[in-house]
């Protein structure tokens, strides 16, 4: 997709998603999808000799698992504020990796330098997918692999996602909509031309029966930056309840199903 994109507009909105994502506790957050990182390492079969980047990484849910496995890994975020996080959960995990501020849509890594480039729930949300897509597979070596995973556009975190949206004011034209990046053929489209073509399979995380509902919105609300957020623009607006009860619903259905996401691999020619 071209577009003349407004610069100052662009700034701003990744000015947003930094102050969104590190709002609340990001953290505890991710404890809940802790082992797709794993799961996405596995897919990609990282081993000892690989030099990976995982791009959005946020407290490290891949990055860490990779470094596990022996790799050298580097963690990118546009959000530096998780990276204190990110370092304990390494030090726990007993390795070692570097973190980088930086921006999924100007990668500051020159051409072809990673074997592996992975990203979970993380470069969906960069807004220029085509953009994102396209420094993943320049810093890709030839013959190296990437894997990501992506919220389905039909899951429960999508619901999630999209009640909260509805509620908010429309982002800007050139931001496409991060649950895009959970159909294949979206996918494949943003990589054409790269020498990767995708392919996926859907996964799922387990649901925990005995989180109540109560305890599980609550915690979300004051926990999941997009969500502390919302309620922070709509309390000073009077709509907080209104997405509030909305919410619990939804987080409803999240403790009933278990939340489907995209896992999508490729091998660059
Ligand atoms: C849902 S979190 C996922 C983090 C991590 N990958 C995980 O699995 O827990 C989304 C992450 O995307 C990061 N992010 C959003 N826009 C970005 C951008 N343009 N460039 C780099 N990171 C970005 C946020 O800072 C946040 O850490």
Known sequence: MSMTIDESGLR???EQARRTWA????????AGIWEVGER?????GVRPDDCVLDVAA???NAAIRAAAAGA???ALDLTPELFPAGRRRAQEAGVELQWVEGDAEALPFDDESFDVVISTFGVMFAPRHEVAAGEMARVLRPGGRIGLATWVPDGTIAQLFRT???ELPPPPPFAQPPLAWGDLAHVTAL???????PTAER???PIDPDVAIEEATDFYINAFGPLVMARRTLSEQGRWDQLAARLAAVIERMLREPAEFLAVTGTKR
Do not use: Q
């Open 164 to 166: 909260v949206a509805a």
């Open 203 to 205: 996964d799922a995380l």
């Open 58 to 60: 946020g407290t490290g």
């Open 72 to 74: 050298t890994v580097t």
């Open 191 to 197: 990589f054409a031309g790269t020498g990767i073509e």
């Open 23 to 30: 709002a609340g506790d990001y953290d505890a957050v991710a």
């Open 12 to 14: 701003a909105l990744k």
């Open 40 to 44: 996405i390492v596995r897919r990609v």
